[in-house]
């Protein structure tokens, strides 16, 4: 039975589709890409980032984009963290761990009624909108033609189902200590909920 989600999901420019150490895409949505390969799919559930690769080749993809790669500084994590928790309040989320980094969030969702699909784009709309309310959105004077601000988001993000509490536990201190990992410090959000299973 899953207990929890483990939720990731990332910044624009953060992994594009033809990565060539692979990603789960099928096709490639952006023109300005399609110069730099096709997409070479992965089919399994770890992370393949520690692959070797052509990094000149990955940076020269993300140089032709059309908007930078999204980077979140404190502010704009703080204002994410905002966006959070008024999902939270809405729709009665539990969160048991957030790491909100410079290029993609981790969270452990407890299960809920509605699919974890739906949870990350509650996320991601609320995060935007939070953002944008400050006035620090990546992308606050970047619209869409039909009149959308341009996300600071991939279109997608993958979710891990936890079914075991070793398995949630796990998941919790892995994403509490994500942002170590990248030399920054500790995170503790006032919408976490301790998980005691």
């Known amino acids: 039975m899953i207990l929890t989600h483990h939720i990731i999901f990332t910044a624009y420019g953060f992994w594009l589709p033809n990565d060539p150490r692979g990603s789960w895409s099928e096709y490639i949505k952006a023109w300005e890409l399609i110069r730099f390969g096709v997409p070479k799919q992965v089919n399994t559930p770890h992370s393949v980032a520690g692959r070797p690769h052509n990094h000149a080749l990955r940076f020269s993809a993300k140089q032709a984009l059309r ?22 309040q809405r729709s009665g989320f539990t969160f048991h761990a957030c790491a909100i980094l410079p290029d993609h969030v981790h969270v ?40 959308d601000r341009h996300t600071p988001w991939a279109a997608k993000g993958w979710t891990v189902f936890l079914n075991t509490p070793e398995e949630v536990h796990a998941a919790i201190q892995y994403v509490n200590n994500n942002p170590l990992k990248e030399n920054l410090p500790a995170q503790s959000w006032s919408f976490i909920q301790p998980y005691t299973f």
């Open 108 to 147: 452990v969702v407890a299960r809920h009624r509605i699919h974890a699909r739906q949870i990350l784009n509650q996320m991601k709309g609320e995060a935007s909108k939070a953002l944008a309310e400050e006035n620090i959105h990546p992308f606050q004077n970047a619209f869409l033609p039909g009149g």
């Open 67 to 88: 908007y930078p790669p999204v980077h979140f500084n404190g502010v704009q994590a703080r204002a994410i963290a905002h966006g959070f928790r008024s999902t939270i």
